[in-house]
């Protein structure tokens, strides 16, 4: 009798999850885990319309705020990292030198502050991403940094009014992941354990019994086949856990890559009624042992990467950046097509 209880319970949520509206910010993000600790953290950005993303290189031993505020919270980087920055203002995600992974995703039900945080050192979104992976090379380090919460966060909105309310997942080099959200000012960590993949709403504790009660049904049998975020998040999971884990780095990212397309959303792709549906601009694929972050817009030809481990990420090493809009036929490595520049201009 528990377990066709469990079951009934489990069937409510998902059909409830039916009922979440598409938001303008959806997004998939997967672990892969391959053989000889090859991990390969891939993501999609979708978005109603583009969202201009370039990527850049800093070096460690660079003095940063992460805010206009009086008294934000200021750090020097122990660590270098690729970036996507998007609107040039904004880190949306990125890797640093020791395999560090941070994506942030769209969550609606993000509530950042409350009258307890609301007086400690400011941080702006804009900068939260790069403060974690300036300071931080393992999971274990930024969750220890995320629950002492030693900060309020906030940004400004963008694209017309839109708030960036978002979640995180994070990766290192181990490929231990975590996913951090706010609930109305609350720092909630939780331990991916075997799911593998996230995407937006819900918040995770009822993501994560919308994909058990799926785990019960089985992929091999039926999977959820809509663009909701509950759909797209256990379509892949399934995949990530039913794929070959090979040690060829090449590989690996063509395999996670085939993992994460089933969870896009198609370029252009509309829903009449739901002007706001979203379709994936861009995905990225960072190989943490490797080093190795891969961009993939997806109006281009090919896809790319920046080998970190061939950039000077010394203290004093110029910023470097890549210009996504003029670079639309790069195809492999892309070093070559960094060029050095100042820093981008951060929106607060």
């Known amino acids: 009798m528990k377990h066709i ?7 409510a949520i998902a059909a ?18 391959g053989a000889d600790s090859i991990f390969v953290v891939g993501r999609s ?5 583009p969202i201009p993303t370039n990527l850049y290189v800093y070096p460690a031993g660079m003095a940063k705020v992460g805010s206009d505020a009086p008294g934000a919270v200021s750090w020097t980087s122990k660590y270098g990292a690729v970036y996507a920055v998007g609107y040039d203002g904004g880190i949306t995600e990125g890797m640093n030198e020791k395999g560090l992974v941070i994506n942030g995703l769209f969550c609606k039900g993000t509530v950042y502050d409350n009258e307890d945080t609301r007086n400690r050192p400011p941080m702006s979104l804009s900068m ?11 999971t274990d380090e930024v969750v220890e940094v995320l629950e002492k919460h030693d900060f309020t966060l906030s940004g400004a909105t963008f694209d017309g009014g839109t708030v960036s309310a978002l979640h995180w997942g994070i990766t290192d ?11 109305h000012g609350v720092v909630k960590v939780y331990d991916m354990d075997d799911v593998w993949a996230m995407t937006n709403d819900p918040q995770w504790s009822d993501m994560k019994a919308i994909i058990n009660y799926w785990d019960k049904i089985g992929g091999k049998n039926m999977l959820p086949g809509t663009v909701s975020s509950p759909d797209r998040c256990v379509r892949a999971n399934y995949f990530a856990h039913h794929v070959d884990a090979v040690s060829d780095p090449a590989l690996a990212v063509s395999i996670c890559r085939s993992v994460l397309v089933p969870s896009c959303v198609p370029y252009t792709y509309l829903i009449e009624g739901e002007p706001n549906v979203s ?40 910023v470097l950046k890549l210009d996504t809009s003029k670079e639309k036929n790069l195809v492999g490595e892309a070093n070559h097509a960094l060029n050095k520049s ?6 607060y």
């Open 16 to 33: 409830a999850a039916l009922a979440i509206p598409e938001n303008s910010g959806a997004c998939t993000r997967v672990v892969y885990h």
């Open 5 to 11: 209880k469990s079951i009934v319970a489990g069937a």
């Open 45 to 49: 950005l979708d978005w109603k319309t």
């Open 173 to 183: 080099a181990s490929g231990k992941s975590a996913i951090l959200e706010f609930d």
């Open 279 to 318: 379709s994936t601009q861009w995905r990225s694929y960072a190989d943490v042992k490797n080093k190795r972050y891969y961009f993939d817009i997806v109006t281009n030809p090919g896809y790319y990467y920046v080998d970190l481990s061939k950039c000077d990420l010394r203290k004093g090493a110029p």
């Open 342 to 347: 100042t820093p981008f201009n951060p929106i």
């Open 128 to 138: 939260f991403v790069g403060w974690l992976l300036d300071m931080n090379a393992t």
